[in-house]
């Protein structure tokens, strides 16, 4: 046990405006302004000194960050100046927000209490959707600065224990001066820190992540993130919205369907047109083809410049709208494209046919559920045009198979990323592509390798 002196705190929280240090009948009361309930401290300071050595703290050699945490984390320290002990009283109150509706993930017909900056609020969250002892959370602190509080979370006879134990693992090792946003900590933990494809999923929905955690996988709360990282994930989970499940199985599974033909066409309809246009035009009707040619009669670059001009300009838009006040940003980004698109299809500077390719190509990527897999397409889209405008229809192909074999290296938590697409699991394809309608849904994806995968046994429903 570490012993420490009057001078030895002072001196620790020596210029930190914001900790009271306040003398009250030999007894030393520490404590952060803002983080601190005052009225609990006052309280406190009104009860006897029996009352105050209720709560002993035993200090050890790392006293330093031991006290730093008690007191930041919100709670009042007192410091005995006769016997040098130290005493704690749970009296936090930090700044939080009441839980309300996702900015990501606007509902529809699910619940609207999306998760916020309290790491305690995010896990009651969840708890009150799963009243089960068998969900697990195991708590960790990381950050040698920052002492970022992490929680894990799982369900102990459903999760797949190898995954589990390697996320623990991984938590356990990340060494690092500041942790401070949810994409340090993906980043961390994920299977290939350079990949250009997340391996990682989140939500800002208690709801999705119950689902998740029922579906096998495991949850890590981050304190000061409203987001919630979900693993082990593959391409298909990053297709699900979490509306899916509050929607009848065939309206879902043809949103579904119609997300992979927005992520297909997303990454891959710029390179095709280039590749078609450019290469193979003798396979275009000719109607068609005149109208292109006629189109494209007086303009100064050529096809594949023009589509990468048009596709940056509209990503231009996008995050100009991202950036502005929710109250303009849609308005500018709709009226902003529709005046300067005719105004350059006016000027000459681009044609119609190709501001009609790019429009479809962003407005397939909003289709995308997940924001960082969007981000992701538009960068590989441009790569898969400039290929394309050099090698023509082999260059599209080649784009094709290089984006399949590179899927296919790539595993989240030991599970393949294309999986049940490949390795092929005949069982959860039919799952993984459509939503089963609710009495059908007997068994959890065979490919998690989970410990029980019984949803539902015959006869009940």
């Not at 040098?84 to 936090?92: E, G, I, M, N, T």
């Not at 589990?164 to 001066?177: M, P, S």
């Not at 119609?352 to 990527?365: E, K, L, N």
Request: some cysteine; charged content about 20%; overall charge negative.
């Amino acid at each position: 046990m570490a012993k420490i002196s009057e001078s030895d705190i002072r001196q620790l929280f020596e210029d930190c405006g914001d900790v009271n240090l306040e003398l009250i009948d030999g007894y030393l009361f520490i404590f952060c302004q803002g983080m601190s309930n005052r009225e609990q401290i006052s309280e406190v300071s009104a009860c006897s000194a029996d009352f105050w050595r209720q709560h002993p703290v035993t200090l050890t050699s790392n006293w330093k960050n031991e006290l730093s945490s008690y007191v930041f984390s919100g709670d009042l320290l007192l410091f005995d100046m006769e016997t040098a002990s130290c005493y704690l009283h749970y009296v936090a109150d930090p700044p939080q927000r009441n839980p309300e509706e996702s900015v990501t993930e606007t509902s529809s017909k699910g619940a609207r209490d999306g998760f916020t900056e309290s790491i305690k609020t995010n896990v009651a969250l969840i708890r009150k959707r799963l009243l089960t002892p068998t969900l697990k959370m195991e708590s960790f602190t990381i950050g040698v600065r920052s002492q970022t509080e992490i929680c894990l979370l799982y369900i102990q006879d459903i999760a797949n224990k190898e995954a589990v134990d390697e996320a623990r693992t991984r938590l356990q090792n990340i060494h690092i001066d500041a942790l401070i946003t949810s994409s340090q900590l993906e980043e961390a933990i994920s299977d290939k820190t350079r990949s250009v494809v997340p391996l990682i999923d989140n939500t800002g929905r208690p709801d999705f992540a119950a689902e998740y955690l029922m579906g096998g996988r495991f949850v890590v709360l981050l304190n000061g993130s409203p987001l919630a990282i979900i693993a082990p994930i593959t391409l298909t989970s990053l297709m699900k919205s979490p509306e899916d499940g509050y929607y009848r199985a065939v309206i879902s599974s043809f949103q579904r369907l119609i997300r992979m033909f927005g992520w297909y066409l997303a990454l891959f309809l710029p390179g095709f047109y280039i590749a078609l246009i450019g290469f193979n035009f003798e396979q275009v009707p000719l109607p068609l083809l005149a109208t292109i040619a006629t189109n494209r009669i007086g303009l100064p670059v050529t096809l594949p410049f023009e589509a990468i001009i048009v596709l940056i300009l509209f990503e231009l838009f996008k995050e100009a709208g991202l950036r502005l006040p929710k109250s303009v940003g849609p308005t500018v980004t709709v009226v902003g494209g529709i005046i300067i698109g005719d105004a350059a299809i006016r000027a000459g500077i681009t044609s119609p046919t190709v501001t009609v390719v790019a429009a479809t190509t962003v407005i397939a990527g909003y289709t995308l559920v997940n924001p960082t897999l969007s981000g992701i397409v538009s960068i590989a889209r441009i790569v898969i045009m400039i290929i394309t405008s050099i090698l023509g229809m082999f260059g599209f192909f080649m784009s094709i198979f290089f984006v399949i074999a590179y899927l296919s290296d790539l595993k989240s938590f030991g599970i393949p990323y294309l999986s049940p697409l490949s390795p092929p699991s005949w069982a959860d394809i039919t799952g993984a592509l459509l939503k089963k309608p609710a009495n059908k849904m007997k068994k959890r994806a065979q490919n998690l390798h989970l410990q029980d995968d019984t949803r539902m046994k015959d006869g009940e429903s």
